[in-house]
């Protein structure tokens, strides 16, 4: 299953329907209501009976992998569905309106074997097809990459994307490319023993230096796009971590490492924020106003200038680190910042260098 990451898509996913062992997020595809009149029927059946293209064996596959709820609960196979029950198929990402085609998207891949594939997503590209981009995402890519492996099935639950960043946010991710892989991954994921590390530039000089950011993480109730931090008992909230340290100041911005405890959607651009620092450029929370430093027409023009080199939040997912879940070997990768946000950071150092002479 899949971690909510630092990040969903960049539009907000819909809500959950239920959560599994592992603590990921699942939404619903199919609900079917049995009626009153139901004799008792396997689970898988049922399903067979009520869905076009859908063969016993893929269902049955679903239910292994967790995806069949009955009632709000996960059921296997065998399951004998009865009279009023509530049927629901759920997975770890929402439902792709289309069938997910095959699309020759260019992939920068940094490691592949038989188990795993970690990819440097590049800005720009949406991860999963939904919210208006029903072609032309990762999932798309990934599948013409596997359009000969006849193991890979793109629409499978049980294999894939293990977390998600960001349509804006570039970086590191690793596909599971089997259900054992995924499984295990989705695991350490939960347990926090994964290690990822973002780079990202703020707006302001964050105090102290390093320090923690506990605060929970739920939709914003006056703007369904953004997400906050809300009161502790808030139920809507969930529990988020990021640990942060300051890399280098820059006059009016900052360069931070990030590192995420937990993962929410959005995390690292809301807990900026939260804590007075929005990531320079991201326009969903206020980042792409001038924030810092004395608004004169000159500075103005100097900071569009960096937004127009860096057009998007200034945030990449740099590092990313996992135990192997066939040979239990350490994996540790790195992905060079990317151009964008190295040159909006070279325009601030030449122009801090500029403004102490």
């Not at 640990?243 to 931070?256: A, D, F």
Request: hydrophobic residues 35%; aromatic residues 8%; glycine residues 6%.
């Amino acid at each position: 299953m899949m971690d909510t990451e630092e990040t969903a898509e960049d539009e907000i996913l819909p809500s959950p329907v239920a959560t599994d062992d592992n603590g990921t997020e699942l939404y619903e595809h199919f609900r079917f209501v049995a009626d009153k009149g139901q004799e008792l029927l396997r689970v898988d059946k049922f399903l067979v009976l009520r869905m076009q293209k859908a063969s016993r064996n893929r269902i049955q596959q679903a239910a292994e992998a967790g995806c069949i709820l009955v009632n709000g609960r996960p059921v296997k196979s065998n399951y004998r569905v009865k009279p009023l029950d509530t049927v629901q198929i759920v997975m770890d990402r929402p439902r792709y309106e289309f069938e997910i085609i095959a699309e020759d998207i260019p992939l920068d891949i940094v490691y592949e074997d038989d188990t795993v594939l970690v990819v440097n997503k590049p800005a720009g590209l949406v991860v999963h097809p939904g919210h208006g981009n029903y072609s032309g995402t990762l999932v798309n890519a990934l599948a013409y990459h596997f359009r000969n492996d006849t193991e890979y099935d793109v629409n499978d639950p049980r294999l894939g994307l293990v977390h998600r960043i960001d349509k804006d946010t570039s970086g590191l991710l690793v596909v599971a490319k089997t259900p054992d892989a995924k499984t295990d991954l989705g695991r350490q994921f939960f347990n926090k023993t994964t290690k990822r590390e973002y780079m990202a530039v703020v707006w302001g000089i964050p105090s102290p230096a390093s320090g923690r950011i506990e605060g929970n993480i739920g939709r914003n109730p006056k703007d369904r796009l953004q997400m906050t931090v809300l009161p502790d008992d808030d139920p809507n909230g969930k529990h988020a971590v990021t640990h942060y340290e300051v890399i280098e100041t820059l006059g009016h911005v900052s360069v931070v490492r990030c590192v995420l405890e937990t993962g929410r959607t959005h995390q690292i651009r809301v807990h900026m924020r939260h804590i007075g620092h929005p990531l320079l450029a991201d326009a969903r929370y206020g980042g792409d106003q001038v924030l810092r430093g004395i608004p004169s027409a000159n500075y103005r023009k100097f900071v569009a200038n960096c937004f127009d080199l860096c057009p998007r939040q200034a945030l990449h997912a740099r590092t990313l680190g996992f135990r192997h879940p066939k040979t239990g070997e350490e994996m540790f990768f790195t992905a060079p910042v990317p151009s964008d946000i190295t040159a909006m950071v070279e325009r601030w150092r030449a122009y801090v260098t500029s403004s102490t002479h």
